[in-house]
């Protein structure tokens, strides 16, 4: 390690991701809940035949399936706003005092799917949050008013419902059963120019594509999807919905061959929610968990890389009541295989609140058993620091040429720190304020603002905790605990030469 510098800006790649509504609305509340019956879905869990020979059309399994899908108008009516500070003239305001602004009347287009006879339609959440007014235009051409029953911006679903009766729902099929290569067909309303059918294949599935969504599951496929697509049916070649359009991946707003659909397992449990209670009620662990890298799983002892590694245990909470610790490996929930951070998310999330759950974690190099009672998952609200000091006391620098951090500056936390970085109280560790771009660490992912908690396993307490730990040089393969963006990770330092990772 070695004195710090100033704090560097981090750096990020970022591909632009586009949402798939022609027009951008404001906010809207959505139906009260209530104890409505579930929606009756019409559901076919038979496995697709992959070795049936492929149709040189898919003519019929089209006529079969477009009727399920709609074009979805939405309008926001004119509004007045104050200005914000940087649309509003000083002298205007001396005088006059705040400027109103008049926010014209706005439109969009999406798409949704048919899900019951009765009227229960499935779109996204982007496609009919702020609505004023929403228009579903069916396949022969009639018009109906749809009121939002739910909205989920968690996974951006929404559901609405019109007023009819025996309309063409679509079937779904258990996503879970869809494979890589699986041919698939796109239905929707593109650029508002009218139903379009697309075709493709899977490209991959429960893919995590950074959309700032809390639960991410996404079904990627090549077939074309573009702005207006939002909600429309991506289906299997049999006529059955495996997923809602959402998004695209794309530099040019267009197309690019990446798209990414809600899979209906995810779809029916989000459904079923807002159909009946108006709202989303997820399960609730209270743990952040890690996907296991070839790094850790050597860091930790582990033959294979299935499983989440547990990186922080909230207080009071059910796993914390349960005995849960951070470092745990767990590999199976009640019974089924947990493949991954992600898998474990949103298995505990679709769990109801309430529900007895057996989860199965390494400790150790061994196994154990931990019997805990999922709770509801609290509201997430943007934590402040209300630690105020008179004066701020200056960071202590520390410094090392040698050891197993080579390339990274710490320093005491300080309140100054914690206020910019938004460090919850509770945490303690030594702070990153430098990392060398060629170094280990720098491969590794560490970058300033981050905090150590541990190293090797022993607590960090401060800057000179961690110089100290460090400086044993005699295992080129350091396992850090670190604090970083909001939450708590592992990270293998390896100075041989090869990068580790978090």
Known sequence: MKHPTSLSSRRRLALAVFSLLTAGILS????????????????DAKPLDRDAREPLSFARIVKQVTPS?????????????????????????????????????????????????????????????????????????????????????????????????????????????????????????????????????????????????????????????????????????????????????????????????VPTDLVRHVVDNLVQNGKVVRGYLGVSVQNLTPALAESFKLKDRVGAIVTDVKPNSPAAKAGLREGDIVVEFNGKPVADASRLSLTVGQTAPGTKVDLKVLREGKEATITTTTGKLPRQRVARNQEQDEADDEAVDRSSDTGVLNGVAVADLDPASRRQ????????????????????????????????????????????DAVKLSEDDSNKKTLLKLWSRGGTVFAVIDETGTSGGN
Do not use: C, W
């Open 69 to 261: 899908v709609v074009r979805i108008t939405v309008q926001t009516k004119a509004k007045v706003r104050v200005a914000n500070a940087d649309e509003q003239d000083p002298f205007f305001r001396q005088f006059f005092g705040p400027q109103l602004l008049r926010q014209p009347p706005q439109a969009g287009l999406g798409s949704g799917v048919i899900l019951s006879r009765d009227g229960y339609i499935v779109t996204n959440n982007h496609v009919v949050a702020g609505a004023d007014d929403v228009t579903v235009a069916l396949s022969d051409g009639s018009e109906l008013k749809a009121r939002i029953i739910g909205r989920d911006s968690q996974t951006d679903i929404a559901v609405i419902k019109v007023e009819a009766k025996d309309l063409p729902a679509i079937t779904l099929a258990e996503s879970a059963q869809v494979e890589v290569g699986d041919r698939v067909l796109a239905i929707g309303n593109p650029f508002g120019i009218g139903q379009t059918v697309t075709s493709g294949i899977v490209s991959a599935t429960s893919r995590r594509a950074g959309l700032g969504l809390a639960y991410e599951d996404f079904i990627q496929t090549d077939a074309a999807i573009n702005p207006g697509n939002s909600g429309g049916a991506l289906v299997d070649v049999s006529g059955r919905l495996i997923g809602i359009n959402t998004a695209i991946l794309s530099r040019s707003g267009g197309s690019q061959g990446v798209g990414l659909a």
């Open 421 to 464: 970085l938004g460090v919850p109280p509770r945490i303690t560790g030594a702070l990153i304020t430098d990392v060398e771009q060629d170094s280990a660490s720098a491969r590794a992912g560490l970058q300033p603002g981050d905090v150590i908690l541990e190293i090797n396993h022993q607590p960090v307490a401060s800057a000179e």
């Open 28 to 43: 809207m509340a959505a139906a009260k809940p209530s104890d409505n019956p579930p929606a009756e879905l019409k559901l």
